[in-house]
C-alpha cells in the first residue's frame, strides 16, 4: 500500500448508503429565493474550504477519486450534472438539478461528475483545506484500500 504521509485510513469503509441528498431551507421571495446552509446542521462537518467547477466543457467528466479524510457536499449551484458514487461494491448515480439539494459525500468514496449542462456550476463545500496527499487517484488503488477495511 502506498505511504499515505499525515492521512489516515477509516476504521470502517463508507457505504454508498452513507451518503444522502439534503433538502436545504429555502425562502422564497418575489424577489428572488434564497438557500442556505449551516457547518453542523445541514452540512455534518465544518466547512474549512469552497471551491467551484465551471465552464465545463460538454462531455467532460471531473472527480475520477476518493479521499482518505476530506468530507465534502456538492451543489448543482446552476444548471446541472451527475455525481456517480462507488464505495467498492455499489454505485450510485445522483441527478443535481436543483440549487436547493446538498449531496453529503463522507470521506473514503470514490466519486465521477458528468453530464454536465451548459453554463452548471458545481459547488463544492469542503471540511479541510486541498491536501494531494489526501486523494487517492486510482481506482484499482482505491478497491484494494477499501477491501481491506471491515464494513
Ligand atoms: P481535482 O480535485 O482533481 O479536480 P476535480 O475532482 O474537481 O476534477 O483538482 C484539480 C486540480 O486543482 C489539481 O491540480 C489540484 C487543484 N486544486 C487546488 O489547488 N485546490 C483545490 O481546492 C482543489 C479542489 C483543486
Same mark, same amino acid.
Given at each position: 500500500m502506498p505511504e499515505r504521509g499525515a492521512f489516515s485510513l477509516p476504521e470502517r469503509a463508507s457505504a454508498v448508503s452513507d451518503c444522502r441528498l439534503v433538502d436545504l431551507p429555502r425562502i422564497h421571495d418575489p424577489r428572488g429565493n434564497l438557500t442556505f446552509l449551516e457547518s453542523g446542521r445541514h452540512a455534518p462537518f465544518a466547512i474549512e474550504r469552497v471551491y467551484y467547477l465551471y465552464d465545463v466543457p460538454g462531455g467532460e467528466t471531473r472527480g475520477g477519486h476518493a479521499h482518505l479524510e476530506l468530507q465534502q457536499f456538492i451543489i448543482a449551484a446552476s444548471g446541472s450534472f451527475d455525481v456517480v458514487l462507488d464505495d467498492g461494491r455499489e454505485r450510485q448515480r445522483y441527478h443535481l438539478n436543483r440549487s436547493y439539494f446538498g449531496l453529503y459525500v463522507p470521506r473514503m468514496i470514490w466519486r465521477e461528475l458528468d453530464n454536465f449542462s451548459s453554463g452548471s456550476v458545481c459547488l463544492v463545500l469542503a471540511s @479541510?483545506? $486541498? @491536501?494531494?496527499?489526501? $486523494?487517492?487517484?486510482d481506482y484499482a488503488d482505491y478497491c484494494r484500500i477499501v477491501d481491506g477495511l471491515p464494513r
Open positions: @479541510a483545506h $486541498y @491536501a494531494e496527499g489526501d $486523494y487517492i487517484r
